[in-house]
């Protein structure tokens, strides 16, 4: 699966619940997807918890945990998905576990590729 580079960030085009999302690929981010509560809703995800998270400033806080099912490369797979009230859309190292990304910002290169292929 091919990226992108904008604003100088990496990155990729997911399909959740169907419906085609951009996300910052965060390598700083543990989780698997981050989206803004009024998505969610748009996509009437199932609640199924809630969790404690780090922000990057090191705030910590407390959020709903929804599961939507994500397509990644030709795979379908249902995560669990951090909301947040900020408009930002993040996909996480958890998400790539088993995915090799490639990242090369001077040639504006951004991949994610199946481990072992």
Same mark, same amino acid.
Do not use: C, W
């Given at each position: 699966?091919?990226? @992108?580079?904008?604003?100088?960030?990496?990155?990729?085009?997911?399909?959740?619940?169907?419906?085609? &999302?951009? @996300?910052?690929?965060?390598?700083?981010?543990?989780? /698997?997807?981050?989206?803004?509560? /009024?998505?969610?809703?748009?996509?009437?995800?199932?609640?199924?918890?809630?969790?404690?998270?780090?922000?990057?400033?090191? !705030?910590?806080?407390?959020?709903?945990?929804?599961?939507? *099912?994500?397509? &990644?490369? *030709?795979? !379908?797979?249902?995560?669990?998905?951090?909301?947040?009230?900020?408009? &930002?859309?993040?996909?996480?190292?958890?998400? @790539?576990?088993? @995915?090799?990304?490639?990242?090369?910002?001077?040639?504006?290169?951004?991949?994610?590729?199946?481990?072992?292929?």
């Amino acid at each position: 699966m091919k990226g @992108f580079f904008r604003f100088g960030s990496p990155f990729v085009e997911l399909h959740v619940e169907g419906r085609k &999302i951009e @996300f910052l690929l965060d390598t700083g981010f543990n989780g /698997h997807l981050l989206l803004p509560q /009024h998505i969610i809703e748009e996509l009437s995800l199932d609640l199924i918890g809630l969790s404690d998270y780090l922000t990057a400033s090191g !705030d910590k806080k407390v959020t709903k945990v929804y599961k939507a *099912k994500v397509k &990644i490369s *030709k795979h !379908d797979t249902e995560v669990p998905i951090l909301s947040t009230i900020a408009n &930002i859309y993040l996909a996480g190292m958890e998400l @790539f576990h088993e @995915f090799r990304i490639i990242i090369e910002r001077k040639k504006d290169y951004v991949e994610v590729i199946e481990s072992g292929k």
